[in-house]
């Protein structure tokens, strides 16, 4: 499945931004999305995940109680609300299908990367 990711931008620490991960899949409804991030040097990290219906998410703990995941299946789009940004939080934000709650290994990811949106916080 492709999406597309946008949102990202230039913001100081403390600020917000509200990512969104779009896709013309007809069966969005029906999958469980994540929103994985890849920091400069690093390797993709899961960050948050929401189950078909909603009705389940799951953080990673050093976002826990700053981000919001949430979806409207109506529009084909999850977002990513993300509050108290903090320089840590510097990454390529991308979506993709996986599993919600994360597996017992971590986190899952079941399609290819797309172009992903940009997060820089600035200290």
């Known amino acids: 499945v492709q999406f597309v990711e946008s949102g990202g931008g230039l913001v100081q620490t403390g600020g917000s931004l509200r990512l969104s991960c779009s896709t013309s899949?007809?069966?969005?409804?029906?999958?469980?999305i994540g929103w994985f991030r890849q920091a400069p040097g690093e390797e993709h990290k899961g960050v948050s995940c929401?189950?078909?219906?909603?009705?389940?998410?799951d953080y990673v703990d050093s976002v826990k109680g700053r981000f919001t995941i949430s979806r409207d299946n109506a529009k084909n789009v999850v977002y990513l609300q993300m509050d108290n940004l903090k320089p840590s939080d510097t990454a390529v934000y991308y979506c993709?299908?996986?599993?919600?709650?994360?597996?017992?290994?971590?986190?899952?990811?079941?399609?290819?990367w797309g172009q992903g949106t940009q997060v820089i916080v600035s200290s």
């Open positions: 993709q299908t996986t599993l919600c709650p994360r597996g017992r290994d971590g986190w899952y990811r079941f399609g290819s």
């Open positions: 899949e007809e069966t969005f409804a029906s999958l469980a």
């Open positions: 929401v189950s078909k219906n909603g009705y389940v998410t």
